[in-house]
Each structure stands twice: as C-alpha cells, then as structure tokens.
Nanobody, 123 residues
Framework: QVQLVESGGGLVQAGDSLRLSCAAS????????MGWFRQAPGKEREFLAA????????YYADSAKGRFTISRDNAKITVYLQMISLTPEDTAVYYC????????????????WGRGTQVTVSS
C-alpha cells in the first residue's frame, strides 16, 4: 500500500520556524517529483513547492519563495519543507504529494497525496 505520511506540524508562534517531513512507504518513488501543498480554512488547496527526483531542480510558488525550502532524501524516501518567519496566514493543513511529472504538481495535480499535517501559527 502506497502511503505518504506527513509529520512535523503543530502550534507555533508568529516568527517561528518549522520543518515538515513526508515519509513514503509502499513505493520507492524512483523518478518521482515530490511536492508540498497547503489548504487553509475556506480556501482552495495551494501549491507551495516541488522538487525533482535528483533534488537539483526545485519549483516554488510566489507565496513560498524566500521563506520555504523544499529538499529530499531519496535514501529515506522522504521530502522536507523548511519554513521560516511563519505568520498566522500560514495556518493551514499541509499536504505532501508525489507525481512523475513536476509540471502536474505545479499545476495542482498529483498521482499520490498524503493525508496532511496541521500547522497553526498564533499571533
């Protein structure tokens, strides 16, 4: 059974940093790009960042540039999202995703999705 399991979310204060992890199982995800999305209450799911299989190519939404950094460890089949200078506007459920085509991730689509981890930023 293919699973993407996010972790690292929680309640933090404005200005804090947080690192999310997404561990994959049931699949090696060889050749797959992986990405992060988020969905705030009452809003549509939003693409944040994606990273190619090799880790050399990354893609960021404008809302993520400068504060969020995506990385991956293929030996652990894990992708990370480092977030800094968090604000209450970053409060959302954060989802991990994996797809063979990075462009599908940047377009908001994915073959595989995690179930999400809640990030709440208090002011």
């Amino acid at each position: 059974q293919v699973q993407l399991v996010e972790s690292g979310g929680g309640l933090v204060q404005a200005g804090d940093s947080l690192r999310l992890s997404c561990a994959a199982s049931g699949h090696t995800f060889g050749g797959y790009a992986m990405g992060w999305f988020r969905q705030a209450p009452g809003k549509e799911r939003e693409f944040l960042a994606a990273i190619g299989w090799s880790g050399r190519t990354t893609y960021y939404a404008d809302s993520a540039k400068g504060r969020f950094t995506i990385s991956r460890d293929n030996a652990k089949i894990t992708v990370y999202l480092q977030m800094i200078s968090l604000t209450p506007e970053d409060t959302a459920v954060y989802y991990c995703a994996a797809d063979l085509a990075p462009r599908r991730l940047t377009d908001g689509q994915s073959q595989y999705w995690g179930r999400g981890t809640q990030v709440t930023v208090s002011s």
